[in-house]
């Protein structure tokens, strides 16, 4: 009988949780109904216990696993002792409480036995409509049956959505799938003001560039611009240049918005220093709103004489 006892209030942890004691119907993400489940329990087990978290039932493994350790490192922070849950032996009677998060008093029992904890913490995240989730906690003492407390809310469906799409995203870096996905196919418009010298003159020049990734990691494009000297803070008639330049090489994406770049180069200029001359660019940029965001850019072209022109600039980039 006590056995049945047991068994039937850890259904009642996962499936049967009533509708108060930390319930609210305002849906909030899952992130935050884990934090708010574990500082709503903290407060209603017993001092010093001793917790566990054997399973979380839900619609997937992984979102189980995430879970659980999200509420393990919550329990920590608020100084509660947690048993990591790979301390247990899995048997038979343990595999079930896997499938279907409920437990006997003899595994229960064992949980106890093996692992030193004293409080059972069983819960649930099951879909309720086309934007819920209803989230569940019950703290329940191994020793007694006696439920310390419960925990329910309604999470959001966009905020675990979010999980499946980023647990995706980390699953394929294997096979360099989160490269892949922020390695896209676009065009980048960049106007953009340098400052360049040879070590004798400086110069200011105005580009605009039209940059294409056509393939991972890849790109071309095409300058044009000018270039005026500088004597201190003013516009030097007696050197000017006119470019035009076309430029390839890669872009290694550091997240969805920050991408390093590197490229060789050839220029054709006239006036001042005309010619066809080689050179290479490197540089960082980042998205800030949307589609735009900013560039810097530094730029090195060897002309006649062994002249060496170094630049460095800023530029404002427009992503189609």
């Known amino acids: 009988m006590k056995k049945t006892i047991f068994t039937f209030t850890l259904i009642l942890s996962v499936f049967l949780i009533p509708q108060s004691n930390g319930y609210t119907q305002e849906a909030i993400t899952l992130d935050r109904a884990i934090r708010n489940s574990v500082d709503d329990l903290v407060s209603k087990i017993p001092q010093n216990t001793i917790v566990i978290i054997p399973n979380f039932v839900s619609p997937d493994k992984n979102l189980s696993e995430h879970i659980i350790d999200k509420m393990m490192d919550r329990f920590i922070a608020k100084k509660v002792k947690v048993v990591d849950r790979s301390h247990l032996e899995i048997s038979q009677r343990e595999l079930v409480f896997q499938m279907t998060g409920v437990v006997n008093e003899a595994t229960a029992r064992s949980i106890g036995n093996t692992t030193g904890a004293q409080t059972i913490i069983a819960g649930s995240i099951n879909q309720v409509n086309d934007d819920l989730y209803q989230f569940r906690v019950r703290a329940v003492s191994i020793e007694t049956t006696e439920v310390h407390g419960t925990f329910s809310a309604n999470v959001s469906k966009k905020s675990v959505d979010m999980f499946f799409q980023t647990d995706k995203d ?35 020049c105005y580009e605009l560039g039209v940059n294409y990734s056509f393939l991972p990691f890849t790109s071309v494009g095409i300058n044009a611009g000018m ?18 330049s076309g430029t390839m090489g890669l872009v290694l994406p550091i997240s969805s918005r920050i991408k390093l770049f590197g490229d060789g180069l050839i220029e054709a200029a006239s006036g001042d220093d005309s010619g066809i001359h ?14 735009f965001g900013i560039e810097i850019r530094h730029k090195g072209i ?11 600039g800023l530029g404002f980039i427009v992503v189609f």
Do not use: C
């Open 170 to 204: 980390s699953g394929d870096m294997s096979s360099f799938g989160w490269l892949k996905k922020h390695a896209k196919r676009n065009t980048i418009l960049v106007p953009q003001v340098l400052l360049e010298t040879d070590s004798k003159n400086t110069n200011i």
């Open 302 to 312: 060897w002309y006649e004489n062994n002249k060496k022109m170094i630049s460095l």
């Open 278 to 291: 080689f050179g290479y660019a490197a540089g960082i940029s980042t998205r800030l709103y949307k589609s």
């Open 227 to 244: 270039a005026f000297g500088l004597d201190g803070f003013y516009i030097d008639t007696n050197y000017f240049r006119t470019m035009v």
